[in-house]
């Protein structure tokens, strides 16, 4: 265990941002966690690679950070959750046997939260598991894909997790969730809402695909495959899938190790139908998305067609290659940053009539 005072958390945000904690704690298993909370006071921060944080002023609480590392596929009863029976319950005492029924299809796969997100990608693409292999390259660790419920190219984290292992920070009660009682939805979960900021995240458990069905129609991923497919015709689908993802994302997408950001920093509004097609006939080029709820509309294009890629604000930019990434040009402070937003926010609202929201968590 790690447990530090007024220490720097400089190497903890991708964003870059030369801020403090109060203090910080890193715990390596779930029995130093518990040996943590009575010792727990004031505001809790719990972060994981802290790529999708924006931290506004120094910290003035704890900051935990979880190193719980481990992969393993697991069979029935899963052994590091059994209760009296052998088999898991939820807290309202139901079974959870159904999760364990991974038939000649699928396979559950136990991670610990402090497992970096693409490092486990990788595992799954060795082992011929499909699921997860949309996700690849995205920043961050396991624990925190099942709070913000990560997405890309048609696949969010919900499709794949099967269960969630928490521990109440106050009461050092541990307890499962279903991907049910995880109230997932686009970019958000129980654990971002109700329960924001009461429990640590432990393990997922991930059910994963022997037989993968390949989801490729989505962006230009499919244009980029049938490109390399003329040069790999021997090499494994998943891993084709994987590293086209990987090509496509470091073409667009700047290195945090050489610019500060975070990633993509707002939210793909979904809009109603009416909405949307309202829009379509003053937009016909317009790239959408059919989903539940209505249709989704790129903010990235919307961004692009008010003219801010590749623009700055003082020190904040917007990516030349991607207008849904902000960018710190050098020593740009969080105000800046947050200016930088809130015009574009603005400006979109004035085309499109439209709100986006950032995805990036503001601290």
């Known amino acids: 265990?790690?447990?530090?005072?007024?220490?720097?958390?400089?190497?903890?945000n991708t964003f870059g941002m030369d801020v403090k904690a109060k203090r910080y704690v890193e715990y390596d298993t779930e029995e130093e966690l518990n040996v943590l909370i009575p010792t727990l006071s004031g505001e809790l921060l719990h972060i994981g690679g802290g790529s999708n944080l924006l931290f506004k002023a120094d910290f003035e609480g704890t900051v935990l950070h979880s190193a719980i590392h481990g992969i393993e596929k697991q069979t029935l009863p899963l052994p590091s959750l059994q209760g009296g029976s052998g088999i898991p319950t939820n807290e309202q005492g139901n079974s959870l046997s159904s999760v364990g029924e991974t038939g000649k299809g699928s396979v559950l796969v136990r991670v610990g939260a402090g497992v970096v997100w693409d490092d486990f990608v990788a595992w799954a693409v060795k082992q011929g598991l499909g699921g997860?292999?949309?996700?690849?390259?995205?920043?961050?660790?396991?624990?925190?894909?099942?709070?913000?419920?990560?997405?890309?190219?048609?696949?969010?984290?919900?499709?794949?997790?099967a269960l969630v292992e928490a521990v109440d920070l106050k009461t050092g009660e541990k307890r499962i969730f279903t991907n049910a009682e995880c109230q997932y939805a686009y970019r958000q979960s129980i654990f971002k809402n109700e329960l924001k900021g009461k429990y640590a995240i432990t393990y997922v458990t991930f059910r994963l695909q022997k037989n993968p069905q390949l989801k490729l129609d989505y962006g230009n991923l499919r244009a980029v495959l049938e490109q390399d497919l003329l040069h790999g015709e021997n090499r494994p689908a998943l891993g084709l899938v994987r590293q086209a993802i990987i090509d496509i994302r470091n073409a667009k997408l700047p290195d945090p190790k050489v610019q500060g950001n975070a990633g993509s920093f707002f939210m793909n509004p979904v809009v109603s139908r009416e909405k949307f097609l309202s829009l379509q006939k003053d937009y016909p080029q317009m790239p959408f998305y059919e989903v539940e709820g209505g249709v989704k509309i790129p903010a990235g294009w919307m961004i692009d067609q008010c003219g801010w890629r590749g623009k700055s604000l003082g020190r904040a930019g917007v990516h030349d290659k991607q207008a849904l990434v902000l960018?710190?040009?050098?020593?740009?402070?969080?105000?800046?940053?947050?200016?930088?937003?809130?015009?574009?926010?603005?400006?979109?609202?004035?085309?499109?009539?439209?709100?986006?929201?950032?995805?990036?968590?503001?601290?």
Not at 350 to 355: M, P, V, Y
């Open 1 to 12: 265990m790690k447990d530090f005072s007024n220490y720097s958390l400089l190497n903890h």
């Open 132 to 161: 997860v292999e949309n996700l690849s390259l995205i920043p961050g660790e396991v624990g925190a894909s099942a709070v913000q419920n990560i997405g890309a190219y048609g696949v969010e984290a919900k499709d794949v997790i």
């Open 327 to 363: 960018v710190n040009l050098g020593g740009a402070t969080s105000d800046e940053i947050i200016r930088l937003c809130d015009t574009i926010c603005k400006d979109v609202h004035d085309k499109f009539d439209i709100d986006i929201h950032p995805e990036v968590n503001l601290i």
